[in-house]
């Protein structure tokens, strides 16, 4: 599956507040659904995914709410995971097959009163340049997985400083409620750690996309992000553990206190020395990571995993804590990984 169109993230999705009232309603709504057991996997494709049809797709207020849209929306998520990690092993299969999908879509997608959605898109699943798909894959596909794997480091790794991490996110998405203000980002919280730092290690160690590949006159080139993430430059000493607290000596005389939060200039100081360090989770060409929308993604990632990680509470522990890594070795990074691994609610 190949994307054919270049989107922008549209700037009124702006309204974080909105967003993350309608993030905690779909969690609460997938917990409601649960029993004693939840697929962590499914939790986030189902935050992330219902989210994202909410804002690329206007006017779909009432069809994502609809009898069935729960079902629907799993559909969708687990099944892009399936076709994805297939077409790495056969192209067997083709999209036009793809009917229980296709239905899914078209029925949370399309809207049930004329929306003032302007673009040309015509949401129909089997027109090439309107397919819902074209959005949904770049959008969803790399949000969820960095999503999953970060609550999983801040909530389920045992980590020294997790409580002050999910504080320090709590924070964040309790100040968007309160006021709209969305200056906590940046500010340091707990051990002077901020939002941004923890959706900084989580892109760093996790890059969703791992690898990309350029044409350029003199051929092609692959550039390993992934690799480059977890270089020394970027990891120092550590660079295989998940460590927020790391980025605080990174530059850090273009971060605050020694700058004021929304000092301009530092953050661009800052942000080009980070790229020159090797720090490219968006690749210089993802509409969520630069020019006028450049802070949706980092922004979107620390929303999700606050609202999950708020939503479990204390409530769910894991199932299996053997499934995952000894703390210190990263989680793996492979699409198929951890998509078993449940939790349980504590009795
Ligand atoms: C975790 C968050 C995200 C990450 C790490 C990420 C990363 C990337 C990367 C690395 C590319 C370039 C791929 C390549 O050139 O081979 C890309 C492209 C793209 N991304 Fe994202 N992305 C994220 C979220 C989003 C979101 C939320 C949207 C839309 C709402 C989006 C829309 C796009 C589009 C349309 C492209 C293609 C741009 C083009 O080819 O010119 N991404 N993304």
Known sequence: ?????????????????????????????????????????ELSQYTTLKLSIGYLFPGTENTLNKVGS?????IIGKRINELWIASKKDDSNTWENELLIHEAL???ITPSVASDDTSSSTRDPLDRKGNPMNFLLPAYETMWR???????????????????WSRILRDYIDNLQDSGVVSTFRSPGQNGTS??????????????????????DSGA???????????????????????????QSIGAEFRPPQVAVDDEVAKTRLRELEEELGFMPFAFRCPAGKGETRGFGW?????????????LDSDWELKNGGALPQIGTPLASDREAYTDLELKRRT
């Open 146 to 164: 960095v999503v999953m794997r970060c609550l999983l480091e801040i909530r389920y790794r045992g980590a020294e400083n997790g409580q002050a």
């Open 106 to 108: 078209k029925a949370v």
């Open 1 to 41: 599956m190949k994307t054919a169109v270049n989107i922008s993230v549209d700037p009124k999705v702006e309204n974080w507040e909105m967003l993350c009232a309608a993030a905690k309603r779909h969690v609460e709504e997938f917990l409601q659904q649960a029993g004693n057991i939840i697929n962590v996997a």
């Open 299 to 311: 922004k979107m990632i620390a929303l999700l995993v606050g609202v999950i990680s708020d939503g």
């Open 221 to 247: 080139q692959r550039i390993d992000i992934e690799k480059i993430h977890r270089s020394k430059l970027l990891g120092q000493d550590d660079p295989l553990v998940f460590r927020p607290e790391r980025w």
């Open 70 to 74: 729960f079902q629907n929306i799993q």
């Open 195 to 216: 939002a941004l730092d923890i959706v900084k290690e989580a892109l760093r160690l996790y890059p969703p996309s791992r690898r990309i590949h350029r044409e350029f």
